[in-house]
């Protein structure tokens, strides 16, 4: 099994262009999330999906879409990228809530934007 | 306001040595806590998770412990090896009723473990 995957792993771009990272995960989980991680500051949540069809906000989702067409896919597109989304972005899934107790989140390996 | 803080925020040791890491949470109601190893350039991978009811867990190497009453945990890592050189960030879970259904997420703490 892959686990969590991610693609692109690295990517560049300039103000207002916009791109879709995509999130695939092999293990028939239900809960599917995005998060991005910035020096200094723990991970923070952007938009998460309980399942197939389904998506909710998470802390950070202002400049952030997503959609869960597939439940093995989770796509996050910035419409009009800002550099202060430059980051590194997080996938990951787990079988039930992951706020319960003994529901461990897996994570992706990460892609790396950069916004000039 | 909820908060998870960690120390040290750097630690480095040799080889074979023992070490223990902290974790202080302000995080009411509070439902779980877990521990993160997170290697360089790769995603977090969860290494326990302890409810508020249990006072140790261990995986391995990794020992967690947590006291509730003092909302305190520790992660002791025995016989260091190189390969355990990474940052390792606690997360608090606020119980799932209302405005606290969420992860706390610490800033971790970088370790480098040396030959």
């Known amino acids: 099994n892959a686990g969590v995957t991610q693609t692109p792993k690295f990517r560049v771009l300039k103000t207002g262009q916009s791109m879709t990272l995509l999130c695939a995960q092999d293990?028939?989980?239900?809960?599917m999330y995005w998060y991005r991680q910035d020096p200094g500051m723990g991970l923070r949540l952007i938009h998460y999906?309980?399942?197939?069809?389904?998506?909710a906000k998470g802390e950070v989702p202002d400049g952030y879409n997503v959609s869960r067409l597939k439940k093995q896919n989770f796509l996050l597109g910035l419409e009009s990228a800002a550099p202060s989304q430059t980051s590194v972005y997080f996938c990951?899934?787990?079988?039930?809530?992951?706020?319960?107790?003994?529901?461990?989140?897996?994570f992706g390996p990460g892609t790396r934007l950069t916004v000039l | 306001k909820n908060q998870v803080e960690q120390s040290p925020q750097s630690l480095i040791i040799l080889e074979g040595k023992n070490c223990t890491l902290q974790?202080?949470?302000?995080?009411?109601?509070?439902?779980?806590l877990r521990w993160y190893k997170q290697d360089t350039g790769r995603g977090p991978v969860s290494l326990t998770i302890?409810?508020?009811s249990e006072n140790t867990k261990s995986n391995g190497r990794y020992t967690a412990t947590l006291d509730a009453d003092t909302k305190q945990s520790s992660l002791h890592i025995t016989a260091s090896q190189l390969s355990d050189s990474a940052s390792y960030i606690c997360?608090?879970?606020?119980?799932?009723?209302?405005?606290?259904?969420?992860?706390?997420w610490g800033l971790g703490t970088s370790l480098a473990v040396n030959p």
């Open positions: 990951a899934s787990s079988y039930m809530d992951y706020l319960q107790a003994y529901n461990e989140q897996f």
């Open positions: 293990m028939n989980h239900e809960y």
């Open positions: 999906s309980v399942g197939e069809g389904t998506t």
């Open positions: 974790c202080n949470y302000t995080v009411s109601p509070f439902s779980n």
């Open positions: 302890m409810t508020f």
């Open positions: 997360v608090v879970s606020g119980d799932n009723a209302g405005n606290n259904r969420k992860l706390i």
